[in-house]
């Protein structure tokens, strides 16, 4: 089990991309974490899981939903903690 900082660079706000992150992981299983837009136009993600799951989570940011356009990912690997019960969208 691992947990991941996800950081989404570019044409990532304003196209529902928070939600398909959360349909993501939801439908890999086994992630918990959360999704949030951040104030300089990117999307954050904090996810923790099996470490095959969170690779496909990141893989799966690297080209995001049809109307994103994203430019650029930076992961993070860090300690799993179990903090989290859920997938979910912070506001």
Known sequence: MIRSHIKIIGKVQGVFFRAHVQEKAEKLGDIT????NNADGS?????EGPENK???LIDWC??????SLVEKVEAEKLTYTGEFT??????
Request: proline share 4%.
């Open 54 to 56: 969170i690779n496909d």
């Open 86 to 91: 859920d997938f979910s969208i912070r506001y």
């Open 62 to 67: 690297s080209s995001g939903p049809s109307n």
């Open 33 to 36: 974490g959360w999704v949030a």
């Open 43 to 47: 999307v954050e993600v904090v996810a």
